[in-house]
């Protein structure tokens, strides 16, 4: 919400008073002055307006979580454990998941309460690289290399997927790097060869890689610094 728009939903204030206060610079938001009545703030935003404080601003929170196989990436499902049992945090109804697994897939998986980030880190035009460890029932050949870097038609969504890394590891396993985040993505794109995933774990997003000391289903909370990576 703008900052503005913010202020004037003050009870105390008038849309008058707003343009003077922000003028007068009596406004901080996170400890700093701001004049801009633009400037976006945020339910996170600590806002005040001289000694008084109009909006103390909820904590972010940031986990990073080693998803084991066999549970659901949702926050409820009447069937199975889902990730968010694995968390044992307040408020888990204000946590959502920043990029599904699918239900068998294991690896790195991040929780937060922010929006905003989690927005910018899974919208397709970020790209941000996705690296799974994929094992396969048959033999993954050269010509794999090729066609996952020229792209998959997928005919369901009537698109191609955009250039994806692929690199040999032995017979039946590699490493693939993905930007985008389609429905069942890398199993579809073996299954073109019709070569089945029987393992796939996810080992980074980003620059962000799952945290070796993590058990399937531990989680720890992110750093400031590796929240700031995206
Ligand atoms: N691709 C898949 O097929 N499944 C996942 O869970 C992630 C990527």
């Given at each position: 919400?703008?900052?503005?728009?913010?202020?004037?939903?003050?009870?105390?204030?008038?849309?008058?008073?707003?343009?003077?206060?922000?003028?007068?610079?009596?406004?901080?938001?996170?400890?700093?002055?701001?004049?801009?009545?633009?400037?976006?703030?945020?339910?996170?935003?600590?806002?005040?307006?001289?000694?008084?404080?109009?909006?103390?601003?909820?904590?972010?929170?940031?986990?990073?979580?080693?998803?084991?196989?066999?549970?659901?990436?949702?926050?409820?499902?009447?069937?199975?454990?889902?990730?968010?049992?694995?968390?044992?945090?307040?408020?888990?109804?204000?946590?959502?998941?920043?990029?599904?697994?699918?239900?068998?897939?294991?690896?790195?998986?991040?929780?937060?309460?922010?929006?905003?980030?989690?927005?910018?880190?899974?919208?397709?035009?970020?790209?941000?690289?996705?690296?799974y460890?994929v094992?396969t029932?048959q033999v993954i050949g050269a010509e794999y290399v090729t066609q996952f870097n020229e792209g998959i038609y997928f005919?369901?969504?009537?698109?191609t997927t955009q250039p994806a890394g692929l690199q040999l590891l032995?017979p039946c396993s590699a490493r693939l790097s993905i930007v985008e985040?389609?429905?069942?993505q890398a199993?579809r794109m073996s299954g073109y060869f019709n070569n089945?995933?029987?393992?796939?774990?996810?080992?980074?997003?980003?620059?962000?890689?799952?945290?070796?000391?993590?058990?399937?289903?531990?989680?720890?909370?992110?750093?400031?610094?590796?929240?700031?990576?995206?």
């Amino acid at each position: 919400m703008r900052l503005d728009r913010f202020l004037s939903n003050q009870p105390q204030f008038s849309r008058q008073q707003v343009r003077l206060l922000l003028i007068e610079k009596r406004i901080r938001v996170d400890g700093r002055v701001v004049s801009d009545p633009h400037h976006e703030v945020r339910d996170f935003s600590r806002i005040e307006y001289d000694a008084q404080l109009l909006q103390a601003g909820k904590p972010a929170r940031y986990f990073m979580l080693h998803k084991p196989p066999g549970c659901v990436s949702a926050t409820q499902d009447p069937e199975h454990p889902t990730v968010l049992d694995l968390l044992d945090e307040p408020d888990k109804h204000d946590l959502h998941i920043a990029g599904r697994l699918d239900f068998n897939t294991s690896g790195l998986m991040l929780i937060t309460n922010d929006g905003h980030w989690s927005r910018h880190l899974t919208q397709p035009q970020t790209k941000m690289p996705k690296v799974y460890y994929v094992e396969t029932e048959q033999v993954i050949g050269a010509e794999y290399v090729t066609q996952f870097n020229e792209g998959i038609y997928f005919a369901y969504e009537d698109l191609t997927t955009q250039p994806a890394g692929l690199q040999l590891l032995g017979p039946c396993s590699a490493r693939l790097s993905i930007v985008e985040g389609r429905y069942h993505q890398a199993k579809r794109m073996s299954g073109y060869f019709n070569n089945k995933v029987v393992r796939l774990h996810r080992e980074s997003i980003g620059p962000l890689v799952l945290d070796s000391q993590l058990a399937p289903g531990q989680y720890r909370p992110l750093s400031p610094e590796e929240v700031g990576l995206f």
